[in-house]
């Protein structure tokens, strides 16, 4: 209790060392300690100097591991204590001594090459650094974008050729459409959000990045209102579907709405969801009276309302909806794309739908239409870095926002109108890198060491075996280092 700490430290904690003097004060004077860090590998290494350092104090100390800050998970913790998982530890350690012998050693290299000591580089911040740098090359490409207006409904119609693109918009009054092959479709939820997706989202829907957006979840973590944050597990434990979705669903819409699925099997984590059926609407109101207290309340609540409407969705039932072909000829232009134009049986659309309706008419002629040159593919947002990360296996969801960060405040890349765009450094410091230390920066060589270290995790590899091998590399760098 952060309280009672202050009152062990006499009021004031001025550094970390005043902290763990309150714990070991507050251990000797009790029967038992819990350690209660985070649920993950960094958690799990914290957990253990906790220990370390309390042991001489109270030698009757255990781990208590919980998901959701809640009576009913921290009771549950504490009645099934377990040691600490030494495993999780040693692959902690593998990452800290990696990230320091190997991104400490080529940072120096980079202070000495560029004359800036601010400089770094990393494991997995260099192949992601090149991956920006590959994909902005890519966006100087251009294709043509043809967006019909139908009311409100956006259709594009993306040609790779340019000059095609321009001949077809410039004759698409005289284009054909029409719908056809109607048929009946079930449309089903997303699954409920992991840090990846709840990243990605909040940077295209509340325009939020992605470290703002970590902060906000931890702060509504730490408060109790959903699950641990940090997490690439879509599973649903049966908490969260029955105590948390059925008795929303049931009260909002019926019980014929609630829809159980799990996502997933297995595994400690769950996704994020809220941890009781809390309505944002109630949050606010929470937040309007005093009762709940956060920094930034307004993007807290709209962050908390794209995770209770995403997971509700999740355990409501599928949409019944009628699906199109609308097909667009022009001479020998063809056109098709599924569309849908009616939803004949509610479902999870009534929380969260990820699909709009094209408006059936009687004449299928666009309201206006609009050409663009658009890349053929668009250089990353925050958002779709870190899916890519976690597409290319590369990073964890603890440290996507640290990995974005740096390239931003090392000044490697800049955000315009929410792409991110290499500067001139980066793309020199990345070149350099690359052609003096291409194995130690590598993507193979960290989704190897990244699968070493899960390995560890799971007991199946020992962790000295990958520390020499990391050893080796730092030896080789600082060689460099020495005479380069």
Known sequence: ?????????????????????????????????????????????????????????????????????TPKAFTQAISNPRDININLVK?????????????????????????????????????????????????????????????DYPLKIDIEDLSLAREVYKNINQANITLKNPREEQKNPLPPYTTDTVLQDANEKLHLSVPKTMNLLQELFEAGYITYHRTDSTRVSDAGKYLVAKPYITKKFGEEYFYPRSWGEGGAHECIRPTRPLEPKDLEFMISAGIANFQDPKNTLQLYELIFKRFMASQMRPALVLVEDLILTLGDFEFTQSVIVEILKNGFDLVFPYFKLFPKREELFPDRSEFREVPKVYPFTQGTLIQEMKRRGLGRPSTYAQIVQTLLERRY????????????????????????????????????????????????????????????????????????
């Open 1 to 69: 209790d952060y309280k009672y700490l202050r009152k062990r430290c006499k009021g004031r904690i001025e550094d970390k060392m005043e902290i763990i003097k309150g714990l070991r004060e507050a251990g000797y004077e009790v029967d038992e300690v819990f350690i209660a860090t985070d649920p993950d590998s960094e958690g799990e290494k914290i957990g253990y100097d906790l220990y370390l350092l309390t042991k001489p104090y109270n030698t009757n100390i255990t781990r208590a591991e919980f998901h959701e800050v």
């Open 91 to 151: 692959a902690q350690l593998v990452r800290r001594i990696l990230d320091r012998w190997v991104g400490f050693t080529l940072s120096h290299i980079l202070w000495h090459v560029f004359k800036k000591r601010w400089l770094s580089a990393g494991r997995v911040q260099t192949p992601v650094l090149g991956w920006v740098i590959e994909r902005y090359e890519r966006s100087k490409e251009k294709k043509g974008e043809i967006t019909l207006w139908f009311g």
């Open 413 to 484: 890349v800049v955000e315009e109108k929410g792409f991110l765009i290499p500067t001139e450094l980066g793309i020199k410091v990345y070149t350099f890198l690359r052609e003096n230390f291409p194995e130690w920066t590598s993507e193979e060589l960290t989704r190897r060491l990244e699968e070493a270290m899960d390995k560890i995790e799971r007991g199946e590899l020992d962790y000295m075996e990958v520390l020499k091998e990391v050893h080796r590399i730092k030896e080789l760098l600082r060689e460099w280092e020495r005479v380069g």
